[in-house]
């Protein structure tokens, strides 16, 4: 029987599993069920949870240390990348900003900031960067990214001239926005911003409607936190001359997205792409006989420039076939029906609460993988 060349690349499992422990575990589940087989690992993030790790595996990349303050207003270190030719540091937001720093029943997004964000673009300046990719994704904060713009030395007034607070709340007060000194210092970074969230900076469809519930946001606050980000978008307009809401993806990450557009300069570009690139995963998977990937949960985001989606439309590029294991089916799910060589595997075992179904991530994950393994291995082995 030829070996098989199996390419794992998978997203993470939301508030369970990072990227890197979903492929190992995939792999485990694997070997157990169809042991000769050659196994590929290319761990994959479009810019939430585990886009750090996700890239160390492709590049070589060292770290970074630095003391910032995390999306409760506590102090606390983290690491981030560096590339030390090209003089580009790598930031992975999550582990400032991320919905899993904060327990479900302690989220209040109302208050939290993104001031940390803004202390590791400066920290990184200051190391000499001259390039910044900041992947965004797994927020639990919804302000606007206004913390980013007081980290970076712009002054955030109030009709009295004073310094207002932190937190989306706060922007129902702001009526200016004053430079920074560390302009010229920005301006010669060029800051990337790796997202795949489309979505406007307000409205219906932006990021307090769309995401502000997920992150803990209470349903009769999503208005007001709204129309406090629809503020801070008009004093932008007017002081910076800049309209961040006609600017695709400015509500990604609560805002941050739209903040780092203005403030910083950023250019978008799909986090998806940026690490596919990174890792020449295209080449894997046209040198694969089976793809086999997945994430938390499978809804209609999921094809919408997110990880499974695009692996998807890559591996129907070079007619591979692909495994996608999924901790749960969402709304839109079913797109994946009309996809060709796709198949589903959902790997709860019965689990009712989310609490569960995180719990008993690993255990469900490996042991569907096992025998998916051996249905292959059957199967083959037969021919």
């Not at 992975?92 to 919905?99: H, K, M, N, Q, S």
């Not at 076939?321 to 839109?332: A, E, F, N, S």
């Amino acid at each position: 029987m030829e070996k098989w060349k199996i390419l794992i690349a998978s997203d993470s499992f939301k508030e369970s599993l990072d990227t890197i422990k979903v492929a190992e575990t995939i792999a485990q589940g694997w070997k157990k069920g169809f042991p000769n087989t050659q196994i590929l690992t290319c761990p994959i993030s479009d810019g939430g949870e585990g886009f750090l790790n996700a890239i160390s595996i492709n590049l070589n990349i060292k770290y970074t240390i630095a003391t910032i303050t995390d999306l409760t207003g506590k102090k606390r270190k983290i690491k981030y990348g560096w590339l030390v030719s090209q003089k580009t540091a790598i930031i992975e937001t999550a582990e400032i900003t991320g919905l899993h720093l904060v327990p479900p029943q302690k989220r209040h997004p109302e208050y939290f900031t993104s001031y940390g964000v803004g202390e590791i673009i400066l920290h990184a300046i200051q190391k000499g960067a001259k390039q910044i990719v900041l992947g965004l994704g797994g927020s639990g904060v919804n302000d606007g990214g206004a913390g980013i713009a007081q980290a970076l030395g712009y002054q955030l007034l109030d009709s009295q001239g004073k310094t207002i607070g932190k937190g989306p709340l706060e922007l129902q007060n702001l009526i200016c926005i004053k430079n920074t000194p560390y302009y010229e210092q920005i301006k010669n970074v060029s800051i990337i911003i790796a997202s795949d969230v489309k979505n406007p900076y307000s409205g219906p469809r932006g990021a307090t409607f769309v995401y502000g519930p997920q992150k803990g946001l209470k349903k009769e606050l999503c208005p007001i936190v709204d129309k406090a980000l629809k503020n801070f978008a008009r004093v932008i307009k007017r002081d910076l001359k800049i309209d961040i809401q006609k600017q695709p993806g400015s509500g990604s990450a609560g805002g941050m997205g739209g903040a780092l557009f203005a403030f910083a300069n950023g250019k978008f570009i799909p986090g998806f792409l940026w690490i596919a690139q990174a890792s020449k995963l295209e080449e894997k998977i046209a040198s694969a006989d089976l793809v086999i990937t997945g994430e938390g949960q499978l809804d209609q985001q999921s094809f919408s420039g997110k990880v499974v989606g695009e692996i998807i439309n890559l591996a129907s590029k070079y007619n591979k076939p692909v495994i996608v294991l999924v901790g749960k089916l969402g709304k839109g799910w079913d797109i994946c029906l009309s996809k060709k060589n796709v198949v589903i595997f959902p790997i709860s075992a019965g689990e009712f609460t989310k609490e569960e179904l995180l719990k008993n991530t690993s255990i469900n994950l490996l042991r569907t993988v096992e025998q998916i393994a051996k249905l292959v291995y059957y199967n083959i082995k037969q021919k």
